[in-house]
């Protein structure tokens, strides 16, 4: 399969997967019962009168496929509606919220990545050692600990009995709790892979030719490696944006967490698909690129 024609078929899945994202949200939140105006009537300021006029102007007595219509058809020029709740454009309650979101996100990547691929290394020039175990414990911590208990254990721990911590506002035990959710993911995959590649023919050459051991990981095998933190790269981001929306909800960051929680308990229908919507094209976006890497890296993937 050429280069060209592989590109044209990832794009193509690439937008039916964003399209069956975008119906499945548009119906999933409209299952839960009650809608904006509920949410507001529950408020105790609206009457019957008002209720059924209000429902009328946001359009929200029309069918779902009506609905849906009028707001993919926007969607597309790039309108995502306004918010029912703050009568804002929701493309701008996004923007406002995006920098708390990007700047965790990324704190958490770099802390994890640095703490992922230096522990996967370290194991490898020193099997001897604890490190292996380390790489071991680290990732059954990924696994058996949601990021959002792990945060809640902070508040108490740090910021309840110990008082070290304020609970709203900071952000060392959000990227802290992340970056170790991530270096979990990243250290033993990473670590399994250096092994493996330590015992390549070109390796026992080199140590032949007496090249000590942090040459042989960092010149010979962590850049052939790092393939398989490439190929991660959906799954990290995935984790990611999971566990930034929760700290950003238990931290009281103002992102697209806590506005995604907000606009869900208002019922606020274009800020909740815009958010997921938004997350839905970047997680594709970096798969896409990911595999796109790996070819670049990877000569057998390109034939």
Avoid at 73 to 84: E, H, I, K, P, V
Avoid at 95 to 108: E, M, N, R, Y
Avoid at 119 to 148: H, K, M, Q
Avoid at 227 to 238: C, D, E, R, S
Wanted: neutral net charge; contains cysteine; proline residues 5%.
């Amino acid at each position: 399969m050429s280069t060209a024609l592989h590109a044209g078929l990832g794009l193509l899945r690439q937008a039916m997967l964003l399209a069956g994202i975008a119906i499945a949200v548009f119906l999933l939140i409209r299952v839960v019962p009650g809608d904006v105006v509920d949410a507001m009537a529950l408020e105790g300021s609206l009457d019957d009168d008002a209720i059924v006029a209000l429902r009328a102007e946001l359009g929200l007595d029309a069918g779902a496929l009506t609905q849906f219509r009028i707001w993919a058809a926007r969607a597309l020029s790039g309108d995502f509606g306004t918010s029912l709740r703050f009568d804002r454009p929701a493309a701008e309650l996004i923007l406002a919220a995006a920098p708390t979101t990007i700047g965790l996100a990324a704190l958490a990547l770099a802390a994890g990545l640095a703490l992922g691929i230096g522990l996967a290394t370290a194991a490898v020039l020193w099997p001897r050692s604890p490190l292996p175990a380390l790489v071991e414990g680290l990732n059954l911590w990924s696994i058996a600990l949601p990021t959002f208990c792990v945060g809640l254990a902070a508040i108490l721990v740090f910021s309840v009995w110990l008082g070290w911590l304020p609970i709203i506002g900071q952000w060392l035990s959000p990227v802290v709790i992340l970056g170790i959710d991530i270096g979990g993911q990243v250290a033993k995959p990473l670590f399994e892979d250096l092994k493996e590649a330590a015992t390549a023919a070109h390796i026992r050459t080199a140590r032949a030719k007496g090249l000590s051991p942090v040459r042989i990981v960092l010149r010979h095998l962590l850049p052939n490696a790092l393939t398989t933190v490439v190929a991660l790269g959906g799954l990290i981001l995935a984790g990611m944006i999971g566990g930034a929306l929760t700290m950003e909800v238990l931290f009281g960051l103002p992102g697209l967490g806590t506005l995604a929680y907000q606009a869900i308990s208002g019922r606020d229908y274009p800020v909740i698909q815009a958010v997921v919507l938004i997350f839905a094209a970047g997680v594709v976006l970096v798969n896409g690129l990911a595999d796109l890497a790996q070819r670049a890296l990877d000569p057998r993937l390109r034939r």
